[in-house]
């Protein structure tokens, strides 16, 4: 262990939350070097929604690369790529009536928010873009702007123009806060002015698995329109099935005008980002927002097969939302024995509870490694025990894990009891 403390910058953060060396993996269970096992209840961040080392993505890549495929391809025309457009095509966009242009950027979800950013100003001819409270969209310079989160923002070390906040969804209780977005746009006072773009997770992820409702979301896309305002969804996180279905925002009967995807998109924990935009917005000059990296071949071999095995029909679909059920039950019957000390966040395989203050979650989250669950927190006081485990997970050991999480929280709980008196 000692080469990361000596060698490896500071930054290094998910390690110090689980300070073993990882071996193995498979689907939703890791193996350090002394051979003890963890229920994977973090999942990558949202990157492994198909689970670690997905046998049916591991036999396509390796016959890719055994067949001296395409590695490294820049923007050009590959097999490869073309494959799996046409898959994405033929499978997500065309039964979902979405009439988008695919764009390829550097392989980060946040390369693909930067290049989001752009195409809306340079589309509008206007700068500001708002985001939202808790909202997280990444953490180079044009993202990090629109992410609410100040401890993302102050290593930036200069301010971040071009952004206004709003409060999402539930933010101020019961008040629609889109009354309150309106208010500022007519009012030539209020310091908004005339946005280019909103952008907006349905289910914010880190900012603590705050979800917008339907009407909120409706709402929104129809302030966008007549404000003449860009939506971009930034479905990074939430997307690829974890809401129980491909983009977190189907049930709502939305389009936004501009979609970013990364994370589980290549099926396998490859790096792959892509935006996808409405026809008449991809008004890109050949090479204008490039990079090294942009399309990924071995990540389109794994991604077409993911979305070969995943999502040919909606059997996959159901699965998560069986799962998304259970896991819902198990955490309301759990903030039910400690009354109202925590409370229910999320949906979809993306749910957790929200206890007093960050130092609790903590310990909950500490308690489960030593336990064999790896869980985190997110919320901007990391108060919220986040469930991302991969979707893919079988039952037994869901279940298994939620009963480990469930013995934590209550032994966590009762020695805050316990303190207190």
Same mark, same amino acid.
């Given at each position: 262990?000692?080469?990361?403390?000596?060698?490896? @910058?500071?930054?290094?953060?998910?390690?110090?939350?689980?300070? *073993?060396?990882?071996?193995? &993996?498979?689907?939703?269970?890791?193996?350090? $070097? +002394?051979?003890?096992?963890?229920?994977?209840?973090?999942?990558?961040?949202?990157?492994?929604?198909?689970?670690?080392?997905?046998?049916?993505?591991?036999?396509?890549?390796?016959?890719?690369?055994?067949? $001296?495929?395409?590695?490294?391809?820049?923007?050009?025309?590959?097999?490869?790529?073309?494959?799996?457009?046409?898959?994405?095509?033929?499978?997500?966009?065309?039964?979902?009536?979405?009439?988008?242009?695919?764009?390829?950027?550097?392989?980060?979800?946040?390369?693909?928010?930067?290049?989001?950013?752009?195409?809306?100003?340079?589309?509008?001819?206007?700068?500001?873009?708002?985001?939202?409270?808790?909202?997280?969209?990444?953490?180079?310079?044009? &993202?990090?702007?629109?992410?609410?989160?100040?401890?993302?923002?102050?290593?930036?070390?200069?301010?971040?123009?071009?952004?206004?906040?709003?409060?999402?969804?539930?933010?101020?209780?019961?008040?629609?806060?889109?009354?309150?977005?309106?208010?500022?746009?007519?009012?030539?006072?209020?310091?908004?002015?005339?946005?280019?773009?909103? /952008?907006?997770?349905?289910? +914010?992820?880190?900012?603590?698995?705050?979800?917008?409702?339907?009407?909120?979301?409706?709402?929104?896309?129809?302030?966008?329109?007549?404000?003449?305002?860009?939506?971009?969804?930034? $479905? /990074?996180?939430?997307?690829?099935?974890?809401?129980?279905?491909?983009?977190?925002?189907?049930?709502?009967?939305?389009?936004?005008? *501009?979609?970013?995807?990364?994370?589980?998109?290549?099926?396998?924990?490859?790096?792959? &980002?892509?935006?996808?935009?409405?026809?008449?917005?991809?008004?890109? @000059?050949?090479?204008?927002?490039?990079?090294?990296?942009?399309?990924?071949?071995?990540?389109?071999?794994?991604?077409?097969?993911?979305?070969?095995?995943?999502?040919?029909?909606?059997?996959?679909?159901? @699965?998560?939302?069986?799962?998304?059920?259970?896991? =819902?039950?198990?955490?309301?019957? /759990?903030?039910?024995?400690?009354?109202? +000390?925590?409370?229910?966040?999320? =949906?979809?395989?993306?749910?957790?509870?929200?206890?007093?203050?960050?130092?609790?979650?903590?310990? /909950?989250?500490?308690? &489960?490694?030593?336990?064999?669950?790896?869980?985190?927190?997110?919320?901007?006081?990391? +108060?919220?025990?986040?469930?991302?485990?991969?979707?893919?997970?079988?039952?037994?050991?869901?279940?298994?894990?939620?009963?480990?999480?469930?013995?934590?929280?209550?032994?966590?709980?009762?020695?805050?009891?316990?303190?207190?008196?």
């Amino acid at each position: 262990m000692g080469i990361y403390k000596d060698i490896e @910058s500071n930054v290094r953060g998910y390690c110090r939350s689980f300070p *073993v060396t990882f071996k193995t &993996a498979k689907n939703a269970l890791l193996t350090d $070097d +002394q051979g003890t096992e963890y229920i994977d209840f973090l999942g990558g961040a949202g990157t492994l929604n198909y689970g670690h080392n997905n046998p049916k993505f591991k036999e396509a890549l390796i016959e890719y690369i055994e067949s $001296d495929g395409i590695t490294h391809g820049l923007d050009m025309h590959t097999e490869a790529k073309g494959a799996f457009l046409e898959t994405f095509r033929d499978l997500i966009l065309e039964p979902r009536d979405m009439n988008y242009k695919v764009q390829f950027t550097g392989p980060t979800g946040t390369n693909a928010v930067e290049a989001a950013l752009k195409i809306v100003r340079m589309n509008t001819g206007r700068s500001t873009v708002v985001s939202f409270t808790n909202g997280f969209h990444g953490v180079t310079q044009g &993202a990090a702007a629109v992410t609410a989160n100040g401890y993302y923002k102050k290593s930036i070390g200069m301010e971040l123009p071009g952004v206004q906040f709003m409060p999402f969804d539930g933010y101020l209780g019961d008040f629609n806060t889109l009354s309150y977005f309106e208010k500022a746009l007519k009012d030539k006072s209020s310091g908004l002015g005339h946005p280019a773009a909103v /952008i907006v997770e349905c289910i +914010q992820g880190e900012g603590g698995l705050n979800v917008a409702s339907k009407e909120w979301m409706q709402g929104l896309q129809d302030l966008c329109k007549r404000y003449e305002m860009l939506l971009i969804v930034d $479905d /990074i996180q939430a997307g690829c099935g974890r809401s129980g279905t491909f983009f977190s925002f189907e049930e709502f009967g939305i389009q936004p005008d *501009v979609i970013t995807l990364s994370k589980s998109l290549s099926g396998y924990g490859l790096p792959f &980002a892509l935006v996808l935009l409405k026809e008449e917005l991809d008004t890109w @000059s050949p090479g204008e927002h490039n990079g090294t990296f942009r399309g990924n071949n071995h990540a389109f071999v794994t991604a077409r097969r993911a979305l070969e095995c995943y999502w040919a029909d909606d059997t996959f679909s159901k @699965s998560v939302q069986h799962k998304a059920s259970i896991i =819902r039950r198990r955490l309301k019957e /759990i903030q039910a024995e400690h009354g109202g +000390q925590l409370k229910h966040k999320g =949906r979809g395989i993306m749910q957790g509870l929200e206890c007093a203050n960050g130092e609790v979650a903590g310990k /909950i989250t500490e308690l &489960a490694f030593t336990r064999g669950l790896i869980i985190e927190t997110s919320g901007s006081d990391s +108060q919220v025990v986040k469930i991302l485990t991969p979707l893919t997970i079988e039952e037994d050991q869901l279940l298994k894990g939620l009963k480990i999480l469930e013995a934590c929280i209550g032994d966590v709980m009762a020695e805050q009891i316990s303190k207190a008196s």
